[in-house]
Antibody
Framework: EVQVEESGGGLVQPGGSLRLSCAAS????????MHWVRQAPGKGLVWVSR????????NYADSVEGRFTISRDNAKNTLYLQMNSLRAEDTAVYYC????????????WGQGTLVTVSS | QSALTQPASVSGSPGQSITISCTGT?????????VSWYQQYPGKAPKLIIY???NRPSGVSNRFSGSKSGNTASLTISGLQAEDEADYYC??????????FGGGTKLTVL
């Protein structure tokens, strides 16, 4: 069974840092592009970042460029999101998402981890 | 990276068909056949229901269908059922090698 499970969320002060992890299982992790998508409380989905299969290509939303870094460890079947210089507007549930092979569809979503940026 | 435009809400009666639009630009929706649709229930993770404009993942009801014309993609749900009441989001690949989501549409089954 395909599973992706996020961890690492929590309460952090503005300007602080946090690293999210996403443990993948039930599929060949190294064969899939992966994304992070976030959703502020009561709001819509917002794309954050993506990474290719070997970690050599990454893309970011303008709102997080230069502050967030996506990475992966295929040996550990784990995706990461390093978040620095956090702002109140970064408060959201962060989802780790698998890309369906051969397409652009985001086919498996974790349950999300909540990041709250507040003093 | 402006969000794709979706109606905030749509409604329909059981058995009816409804269509949700998703409007972008030639740099996203109109430029690529990489539009997907997601269904999300309150407090739950989104679920992929349509990918690459009109393809359905296995296990998704054939009452869901997708299409695209120019810069606007559409999701049609036929034979509306009470269980279809949820939020629906579109997304698209963009020329900046990023993704963009729509603002979401709340479907109410009357």
């Amino acid at each position: 069974e395909v599973q992706v499970e996020e961890s690492g969320g929590g309460l952090v002060q503005p300007g602080g840092s946090l690293r999210l992890s996403c443990a993948a299982s039930g599929f060949t992790f190294s064969s899939h592009w992966m994304h992070w998508v976030r959703q502020a409380p009561g709001k819509g989905l917002v794309w954050v970042s993506r990474i290719n299969t070997d970690g050599t290509t990454t893309n970011y939303a303008d709102s997080v460029e230069g502050r967030f870094t996506i990475s992966r460890d295929n040996a550990k079947n784990t995706l990461y999101l390093q978040m620095n210089s956090l702002r109140a507007e970064d408060t959201a549930v962060y989802y780790c998402v698998r890309v369906r092979q051969g397409s652009a569809g985001l086919d498996y979503w974790g349950q999300g981890t909540l990041v709250t940026v507040s003093s | 990276q402006s969000a794709l435009t979706q109606p905030a809400s749509v409604s329909g009666s059981p058995g009816q068909s409804i269509t949700i639009s998703c409007t972008g630009t030639s740099s996203d929706v109109g430029g690529y056949n990489y539009v997907s649709w997601y269904q999300q229930y309150p407090g739950k993770a989104p679920k992929l229901i349509i990918y690459d404009v009109y393809n359905r993942p296995s296990g998704v009801s054939n009452r869901f269908s997708g299409s695209k014309s120019g810069n606007t993609a559409s999701l049609t749900i036929s034979g509306l059922q009470a269980e279809d009441e949820a939020d629906y989001y579109c997304d698209s690949y963009t020329s900046s090698r990023t993704w963009v989501f729509g603002g979401g549409t709340k479907l109410t089954v009357l």
